[in-house]
């Protein structure tokens, strides 16, 4: 089957703005639209730029907006879209070429929550592992499946208008650890998340719940991190 | 001072797992970078699914020489049993570690890290599977990548991210760094230091149907290659035998640990003729050339025979929900395919490469087969070459390998740095990088380079596979030659400084037609079968002629030269591998 990608192009060299270019090409209904984008670049227009590396929707690099909603490339297969696909970046950080964009607001809000172990034994670290029951361990799973695409963050309307909200990435990866039995920095970090660019900012518009390619329920992290916040308890 | 000249104690080239453990180590003892072509958290090692192995003994009684002795096996004797010893004896250590900075392994019911089955590791030499994989669902390599790109940023690491390596300083025999393509502008680089970690991963991508990444090019060894350097045992690269049918997507082994069977056409679980002991967890290697066999003797599965199926419907779908959830979703996902309710189709996918730049147990890169080294060079990871592998490398090794050799690659190079200087470098150190660079965008191009990715990854596929020949080894060697040539008349058409990815795809391909060439030239000489090398005119392993690394270099004139390097043994004679 034939299918049209309308893809929004932007080279800062040459554009002013950026621009839909159209393509027609052949595929197959199991065809990932990353494999389009693939066609295009390889064989009609070698100049459009688009990330990715691993094509199984694991590396998070291939994040864009498909017909108005976030998805992977390589995650989206043709016989779930109409014959016409349009293909944007996606929003909230500068574009740098095509369907390329600079990812250091996204990472400086994912740093900005401390997203690592915080313990108190550091100086007597236990010679064994630390005991973790497996309750303890499905308390915080879901949100261990991250992989920082930024699909959900860039959904979000808040964060479209706000640079400085921390955004639902960096909350969901707070929450891998306040809610983590081995963890004894909640408190720091449910500060941060409690100041004006933090998790209150949230107005459960459930773009980024429906953004997630690892199916992560975005919201709902962010919702019991802010019920810790007002409680402290975790 | 020229323009963009970076100076540091330690660089390390790539950000996988081997990269930021090596990072995490240097740059507690000196100034350190990480200069990679991906945002850390795409590297592939996030791709790594079914464990990581260590004898913690936390289910089952186990030993660290339980597991060096199935490493050697599995290797078919082809590892240095003294590098073995180190990885199978720091396994422990270097789990617990990883726990103790954060990362969420699955866990037994009273709290310890939960081990399960995979492929080749067993109990007392071979008696019956042994749980030693630590793991996190399917997602284990996921887990190792984020909580050290996790402690990478509580260090404080600095990074480079989208900077690719185009060459590879050495003066005087001596590495003084690496130069770098800026992605995002099209600028070039100069990063001097006193030591250079290359950890920059497999190089799948030549073979038509991979595991691996788009990214998995070969850069590392390839760049070393160029630099007239040896690559050791480049003819032993490992097929998995479960990859998602055309695709190639992994279906992790775990998914057999876990119960899973193979089935051939006629419904048969035909493992069971092939290694009677372990079944559908007998190594890689013979799993995958008891698939070919099936489908070459008509016995595939699918209305063209081509395939075998993956059946995961005896096991208890709780178990395969909670503990293989992703691969699950992939077979839904990519191939629309239950595997709740039916068998989900598979094939051999190229999936590891054994082989790579040849390094000491310190990771010191090796000058030649005699064992001298470059110093300041060192490497870690899929592209290196320790051997602990040897001819097929055991599921959860590698995980295992990246984390124990990172870690001595960044101790390495911190000491190095302690005791060394800065060598002196030419002004003009960058030039033939930037001329490289400018050549590729000099003219117009007769065919797009993906056309000839496309043939050399199918000739790669259909002669050096699974099953080789003296004959198809020859023809393959002709086509990477012809190959070569078509890619010296091929031209970058995008001629922007801008996030140009025409460009970096072009140069990767460059890469990964040097290490098609030295595999096959490799694997030419090599007549004889040993682990993931097959061929069907010597189907005998020899150990009289051939138990030996093959290291392969090109010469100043361009041709390739063979050398061999004994083998370091140990405790383990040579035995015939039955499982
Ligand atoms: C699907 C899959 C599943 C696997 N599952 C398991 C498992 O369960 N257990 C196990 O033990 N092993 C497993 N493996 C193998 C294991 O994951 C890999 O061998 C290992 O992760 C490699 O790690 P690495 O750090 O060496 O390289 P990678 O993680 O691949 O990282 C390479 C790095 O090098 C950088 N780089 C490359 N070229 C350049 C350049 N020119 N300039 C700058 N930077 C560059 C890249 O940006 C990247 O950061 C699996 C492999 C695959 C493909």
Known sequence: MEVTLKVLRFNPETDTE????????????????????????????????????????????????????????????????????????????????????????????????????????????????????????????????????????????????????????????????????????????????????????????????????????????????????????? | MPNNVHIYDAVIVGAGGAGLRAALEASKGCKTAVVSKMYPTRSHTGAAQGGMCAALANVEEDSWEWHAFDTVKGGDFLSDQDAVDVMCQEAVESVLDLERMGLPFNRTPDGKIDQR??????????????????????????????????????????????????????????????????????????????AVLF?????????????????????????????????????????????????????????????????????????????????????????????????????????????????????????VEAKLPDITEFARTYLGVDPLKEGVPTVPTAHYAMGGIPTNVNTEVLRSAHGEVVPGFYAAGECACVSVHGANRLGTNSLLDIIVFGRRGGLGMAEHAARTKLIDIPDDVAKPSEDWIASLTDGQSPEPIAAIRKDLQEEMWD?????????????????????????AKARVKDRSKVFNTELVEHIELGFIIDMAEALVISAKARTESRGGHYREDHQKRDDEHWLKHTFINKTPDGDTRLAYKPVTMGRYEPVERKY
Request: charged share 25%; glycine share 8%.
């Open chain 2, 199 to 319: 950890a920059t991963g497999g190089y799948g991508k030549m073979f038509k149907i991979t595991s691996n990444a788009h990214t998995l090019t070969g850069d590392g060894p390839g760049l070393v290659y160029r630099k007239g350097l040896p690559l050791e045992d480049i003819e032993f690269f490992q097929f998995h035998p479960t990859g998602l049918y055309r695709l190639g997507i992994l279906l992790s082994e775990a998914a057999r640990g876990e119960g899973g069977i193979l089935r051939n056409g006629d419904g048969e679980r035909f493992m069971e003729r092939y290694a009677p002991t372990i079944k559908d967890l007998a190594p890689r290697d013979m799993v995958s050339r008891a698939e070919f066999f099936e489908i070459k003797e008509g016995r595939g599965a699918g209305p063209n025979k081509d395939y075998v199926l993956l059946d995961l419907t005896a096991v208890d779908p709780e178990v």
């Open chain 1, 18 to 234: 950026s621009h839909f270019e159209e393509y027609k090409v052949e595929a197959d209904p199991m065809d990932r639209l990353l494999d389009l984008l693939h066609e295009i670049k390889w064989y009609q227009d070698h100049s459009l730029a688009v990330r990715r590396s691993c094509g199984h929707g694991i590396c998070g690099s291939d994040a864009v907006v498909v017909n108005g909603v976030n998805r992977l490339a390589c995650k989206i297969l043709v016989k779930d879209l109409p014959s016409e696909i349009t293909v944007e970046p996606i929003r909230g950080m500068p574009v740098i070429r095509d369907l390329v964009v600079d990812m250091e607001p996204f990472f400086a809000g994912y740093r900005a929550v401390k997203p690592w172990l915080i313990t108190d034994d550091r100086e007597h670290e236990p010679d064994r592992e630390r005991i973790q029951s497996p309750e303890e361990r499905a308390r915080f799973d879901d949100t261990t499946k991250c992989i920082l695409c930024a699909a959900c963050t860039s959904s979000c309307p808040i964060f479209w208008s706000d640079e400085e909200y921390v955004g639902p990435a960096a909350i969901v990866n707070a929450h891998r650890f306040i809610f983590d039995s081995r963890d004894s920095g909640a408190d720091e970090r449910l500060q941060i998340l409690s100041s004006k660019n933090g998790a209150f900012k949230c107005r459960t518009a459930f773009n980024c719940t429906d953004a997630c390619p690892r199916g992560i329920k975005v919201t709902m992290a962010i919702q019991e991190v802010k019920q810790a916040a007002l409680y402290r308890s975790v």
């Open chain 2, 117 to 194: 089955r995979f492929g080749g590791h067993t109990r007392n030499h071979g008696e019956a599977a042994v749980k030693r994989a630590c793991y996190a669902a399917d997602r284990t390599g996921h887990m190792i990548l984020q909580t050290l790109f996790q402690q990478c940023n509580k260090q404080g690491v600095e990074f480079y991210n989208e900077f690719f390596v185009l060459d590879l300083i050495i003066e005087g025999g001596v590495c003084g760094g690496i130069v770098a393509y800026e992605i995002a502008t099209g600028e070039i680089h100069t990063f001097r230091a006193k």
């Open chain 2, 463 to 487: 002669k050096v596979s699974v099953l080789r020949t003296d004959e198809g080894l020859g023809q393959a060697i002709n086509s990477v030659a012809h190959l070569r040539e078509r890619y």
